[in-house]
């Protein structure tokens, strides 16, 4: 604001009254709240909005209890100013009435207001006046009007009749964010962290290069940091907490910048209005940002010499935020402007230290979300996001978790039931969703799903009972906690002849588990190129900002089964990536970023020494299988290495005619169920199932030979009495043997 504000008689009566509230309660600022709450107090406003069937008195307890609760009173405060926010709806007000000369109505104050959702009293006043708002905002029209009329005649731009005066703004303060007005006063406190708040007073009390630069992952709470410091910062020792605190964004200095020059100006103007001040706390988050983008023809401009002469100033400190991967990026390079700050690592906190945060902030969200979280809900929230929401650190996975739940309750809420709540279930059920797993799995207690892993396996996977009791073995050890955390749940390689069931089985697992299949052909990578559709392209190559298909896969959908088919036709190389994969359960993509294989099943099959498959049953007495024939051979396909790293091999049985057998009523089972919708069953007879399965069965083939029979032989029949025949109603077909073929008949 470049000039004081005319206000409506009625209008000053509500400042007034606001900015006596403020004095009352001995506050430094009169904020929104102050003022929503003198309407909420004023007789005639409160009487309109009890005959409307709202309770305006529950209204002004909520906002003076807010007040009580979260704005600290100062015994030694002077004349209450307006708040940045009360002054930003009152320059909004001005802009909604368009006339210099024209006072400002109280309505139009309201209205500017109401178009913020970001303070208490404003989402106080429409949850208590819901949809018949504008009734409320009528009635202040007309006691506005009222109000005007009694001052006709009289002289309403005087110093007398208008005592509130918006103070105006500074030029400077147009490109900054007072962080002092906003997080002051203990507003956003801040659970823990004691050592890293001690660490950054001690660098700002500094006489040389006392500006900090906080470095950490994203989520692990940088930007939090710095504002509950500064909302503490009038209980700390030092000369730099007199100062106050400004944030400053490349995107607030070049908003409106049309001509060169304009943002080394505010620069300038921003340090010279804060120094006149008597200095102030800088505080640039993202600051790399500043360095713009380097390697890039059309690169963003780089602001960083415009503050490198203001680092060393002694009326201004620095704080800085920005991550590991954009200060390797972006700031490494420039030593000069790196040695004037002194860098604070913030690390991840530990599950319990999480979980302090959490019981600390848990409360800001009930209220936003008038819910109530139960015992148990933090920690759960904690333990889940930090084995399911992998890629997220603490505490930022955790507080996702329970703000989506808060927002899930409150557009379902519990029937019948006034408290709204928010138990371990449903974290449960919204972690599941976040990271793509089954929510049953996710039930420690719950082990029904793993309970009967094996009997529900064998319903599927016929005659391979030892690779079905090594896979489940395996899964359950990782479940029970007895594996390496650092290694994947498992890595297994199965070997056997084609058609087994060695890709079925890793099918049938991920179904029974509930979680994703992701199915690479190695035939696809047999290339020594390969490994970059893999793990992505190296820098300017082609795809490079697409990704890996196997990184960008795992990081979609962590809780998986990693389906790795024929690897041994896969190059070399691929071998040498996959030890990373199975030794520390991570991998490095192109760009730098590591994907988390900790959940992940990897099964590997192989086909290698199919050729060597006939040594099997040579000489009398030989109980050597195909696929033990096979592992030999493997044994010498893949590096010492690559199979030392293998959590087992499964080798699978060869196909017997029992087998076969059981796969021929698996396959009618599923031809039934999808002419089940017809209305239609099959039905085989048993010369009829005989001539299948002597036409099906193959130690050679397997299965696979077996539904080729069924698609040429049985299905041919099928298409024309479904279509045109007898069995376009449905029916039953009963196929038979006649001539040495396959007949069908039909009946109802």
């Known amino acids: ?74 015994d030694s405060y002077t004349a209450p100013s307006a708040s940045h926010k009360l002054r930003k709806a009152l320059a909004s007000a001005h802009d909604i009435v368009n006339n210099d000369n024209a006072p400002i109505p109280s ?23 819901a949809n018949k708002t504008h009734r409320i905002l009528e009635f202040m029209i007309s006691l506005d009007n009222k109000a005007m009329s009694e001052q006709l005649g009289r002289d309403i731009d005087s110093d007398d009749d208008q005592p509130w005066q918006a103070a105006p703004q500074p030029e400077w303060e147009k490109y900054v964010t007072n962080l002092t007005e906003k997080y002051g006063n203990g507003q956003h406190p801040i659970i823990g962290r004691e050592e890293e708040m001690m660490r950054m007073a001690q660098i700002l009390c500094r006489c040389d290069r006392n500006n900090a630069l906080i470095i950490g992952e994203p989520g692990v709470g940088k930007t939090a940091l710095v ?38 100006q505010r620069v300038a103007t921003i340090m010279i209005g804060i120094k006149e001040q008597g200095g102030g706390i800088i505080v640039i988050d993202d600051i790399h940002t500043l360095f713009g983008s380097r390697g890039d023809a059309n690169s963003s401009r780089d602001f960083s010499q415009l503050f490198m002469q203001h680092l060393d100033d002694e009326a201004l400190r620095f704080i800085g935020i920005t991550n590991h991967e954009d200060l390797t ?38 209220r936003h979300h008038n819910i109530k979280f139960l015992k148990g809900v933090t920690e759960r929230a904690v333990k889940l996001s930090t084995r399911y929401l992998s890629g997220r650190a603490l505490p930022d996975s955790a507080i996702d978790v329970l703000d ?46 793993l309970k009967n892993l094996r009997t529900r396996m064998s319903q599927n996977i016929f005659g391979q009972d030892t690779a079905i009791t090594n896979v489940v073995e395996s899964v359950l050890a990782a479940r029970a906690g007895l ?20 890709t079925e089985v890793a099918r049938v697992l991920a179904k029974e588990l509930g979680v994703t299949l992701h199915k690479f052909d190695m035939s696809e990578y047999s290339e020594s190129y390969s490994v970059s559709k893999l793990i992505g392209s190296s820098p300017g190559y082609v795809g ?96 010492p290495e690559f199979i030392n790293r293998l959590s087992g091999i499964v080798v699978f049985n060869d196909m017997n005619t029992d087998m076969a057998s059981l796969i021929l009523d698996k396959k009618l089972g599923e031809l039934n169920s999808r002419l089940q ?69 039909t009946s109802k």
Not at 27 to 33: L, N, R, S
Not at 118 to 129: G, Q
Not at 340 to 362: H, V
């Open 329 to 366: 990026r972006h700031m490494d390079g420039n030593v000069r402007f790196l040695r004037r700050f002194q860098q604070i690592d913030l690390a991840e906190p530990t599950q319990e230290q999480a979980i302090e945060i959490l019981d600390g902030i848990k409360k800001k969200y009930e």
């Open 544 to 639: 490079y900002e697409e990704g890996g298909r196997l990184t960008e896969a795992v990081r979609k959908s962590p809780h998986c089964v990693l389906l790795l088919d024929e690897i041994e036709k896969a190059h070399e190389k691929i071998y040498d990536t996959l030890l990373q994969v199975m030794d520390d359960a991570s991998l490095t993509d192109s760009r730098g970023r590591k994907v988390d294989f900790r959940h992940v099943i990897l099964i590997m099959t192989s086909n290698s020494g199919a050729q060597f498959a006939k040594q099997a049953g040579v000489g009398f007495g030989s109980t050597v299988t195909t696929g033990q024939a096979m592992l030999t051979e493997v044994k010498k396909t893949f590096k």
């Open 483 to 502: 594996t390496d955390e650092h290694k994947p749940q498992a890595s297994l390689l199965f070997v056997g002849p084609t058609g087994v069931g060695k």
């Open 677 to 745: 919708e017809r209305s239609v069953s099959v039905t085989l007879t048993a010369e009829a199932r005989q001539w299948v399965l002597s036409r099906g069965f193959s130690n050679k083939y397997g299965a696979r030979e077996l539904e080729r029979v069924i698609s040429q032989n049985v299905k041919p029949l099928l298409v024309n009495e479904i279509l045109f025949g007898p069995l376009k109603k449905g029916g039953k077909a009963i196929i038979d043997i006649a001539n040495d073929q396959l007949v069908l008949t």
């Open 227 to 264: 504002r509950g410091f500064i909302s503490q910062l009038e209980e700390m020792a030092g000369r730099f907490t007199l100062l106050p605190a400004y944030e400053i964004s490349t995107q607030q200095l070049m908003a409106g910048a049309q001509y060169q020059g304009e943002v080394e």
């Open 404 to 449: 989506e739940a808060g927002s899930y309750r409150e557009l379902k809420p519990i029937e019948n039931r006034k408290t709204q709540s928010v138990d371990t279930s449903l974290i449960d059920s919204i972690v599941a969703r976040m990271g793509k797993v089954e929510t049953s799995i996710m039930d420690d207690n719950d082990t029904s799903v």
């Open 1 to 74: 604001m470049e000039k004081d504000f005319l206000f409506s008689p009625f209008a000053i009566t509500l400042l007034d009254s606001a900015h006596n509230i403020a004095v009352s309660l001995k506050h430094e600022f009169v904020m929104p709240e102050h003022f929503i709450l003198a309407i909420t107090e004023h007789n005639e406003i409160s009487q309109h909005i009890n005959l409307l069937g709202f309770d305006s008195h529950a209204m002004a307890f909520d906002i003076r209890e807010y007040l009580n609760s979260y704005v600290e009173s100062n």
């Open 107 to 129: 309505v139009a104050i309201v209205l500017a207001l109401l178009e913020t959702n970001d303070t208490y009293a404003i989402e106080t006043f429409k949850k208590y006046t």
